[in-house]
Structure formats: C-alpha cells, structure tokens
C-alpha cells in the first residue's frame, strides 16, 4: 500500500499565522490527493481535491500545492474556527486508498 | 441539500456480522455520476476507506478486508448498507457513509454522514 506521512502530527499556531501542513507519499501519486478537514466529533470535510482544487464553499484562506510524492496543505491566515485535525488522502493505486495519520492543529 | 444518514445497532458482539444502512435523501442513489462507501475511524484514531459501490452494483473494497466486507445497493429505497463479518474489538469504530464521483476526481470523499459508532463487544 502506499504510505502516507503528514507533518507535523500536531502543530501550535497564533490567530492569523500562516499554517503549513506536509503529506509525503511512499511513491509517485501524480495529483491524486485530498485534504480534510475534522472537527471534535464531526465527519471529516473535504477541503481541497485533486492536490490544489478548492472544494465550492471553502474559504479561499484554504489551499494545497503539490504534485508526485510531496504536497502541501496551507492556512493563509489561521481563524478560531480552523482548530481542527486534518487529513490527506490519495487514491492513485485503487482500491488501495490510504489516509494519512493526520495533523491536530490547535491555537496557541 | 444531499443528506447521507447512518443506522444500524450499536452493538455487535465478537464473531458476529455488523450491518449498516445508508439512507439518502435530497438525491437519487441511481446516478451513474456517484459511487457510495463506507469510511470508518477507531476511537482517537485516523480513517480507513473500507469500500464503495455504484448504482449498478459495481464494487472496489480495501484489499484487506474484502474477505470480510460486502456493500449493497437498494435503488427502490435510495439506500445502500454495509455487512462486516466476523467482527473483533479492532472492528470498534464510528462509520461513516460517503458519496464521491465515479469518474474523474474518482475517489474524493464529497458527501459524508454524520456517522454512527459501533462498538464491538460481548
């Protein structure tokens, strides 16, 4: 299966920081890369699709980069409601799709 | 507004088949423009994909649980349901019912259920 390794696991972060978050895939995925966001006992949210593609609705602070085996997930300007755990996803080697272990983002 | 909901017991005891419905609303399950799976996350931990299936009846499951799993679709109820055999502890978790697209941007997890937790335990 392909591996997928986020970092940090957790990160500490003030109100309006930018906050970057890094997925590393074991081998070449191409774009096929998802970012999600969770809050505390909610379903998961997609963000981001296809490595940089805002989902509709999604705040524009939002956005991901990244092609083949490293991508990046950025916050432009952290806001309360952003404190979440975020996950990245791909799906290039069917039906073998991975999630990573994810990032629990707190405010500092 | 497309809304996935989750139902099924929420306990199982160990060795039994844990089985979940999906009920979608403000959508057909018959496009041929979605898929619908099953996700599901342990207790403090990540998610797993555990499976998906078309309209048609068309399925891909995770490799290392295809022995155990199998997805259905009922068109006539717009539901589709998850069975899970054999279960054990490890299989305690809450799980989520998705829709993504079945062509290109395939597997984006779009749609999510709010989710149900089921807790394996004799």
């Known amino acids: 299966d392909i591996q997928m390794t986020q970092s940090p696991s957790s990160l500490s972060a003030s109100v309006g920081d930018r906050v970057t978050i890094t997925c590393q895939a074991s081998?070449?995925?191409?774009?096929?890369l998802n970012w999600y966001q969770q809050k505390p006992g909610k379903a998961p949210k997609l963000l981001i699709y296809?490595?940089?593609n805002l989902e509709t609705g999604v705040p524009s602070r939002f956005s991901g980069s990244g092609s083949g085996t490293d991508f990046t997930f950025t916050i432009s300007s952290l806001q309360p409601e952003d404190i979440a755990t975020y996950y990245c996803q791909q799906y290039d080697n069917l039906p073998r799709i991975t999630f990573g272990q994810g990032t629990r983002l707190e405010i500092k | 507004q497309l809304q996935l909901q989750e139902s099924g017991p929420g306990l199982v005891k160990p060795s039994e088949t844990l089985s979940l419905t999906c009920t979608v609303s403000g959508g057909s399950i018959s496009s041929s423009s979605y898929y619908w799976g099953w996700i599901r996350q342990p207790p403090g931990k990540g998610l797993e994909w555990i499976g998906s299936i078309s309209y048609s009846g068309s399925t891909y499951y995770k490799p290392s649980l295809k022995s155990r799993v199998s997805i259905s679709v009922d068109t006539s109820r717009n539901q589709f349901s998850l069975k899970l055999s054999s279960v054990t502890a490890a299989d305690t978790a809450v799980y989520y019912c998705?829709?993504?697209?079945?062509?290109?941007?395939?597997?984006?997890?779009?749609?999510w259920g709010q989710g149900t937790l089921v807790t394996v335990s004799s």
């Open positions: 081998q070449d995925i191409s774009n096929y």
């Open positions: 998705v829709r993504h697209f079945s062509s290109s941007s395939w597997f984006v997890f779009q749609r």
């Open positions: 296809d490595a940089s």
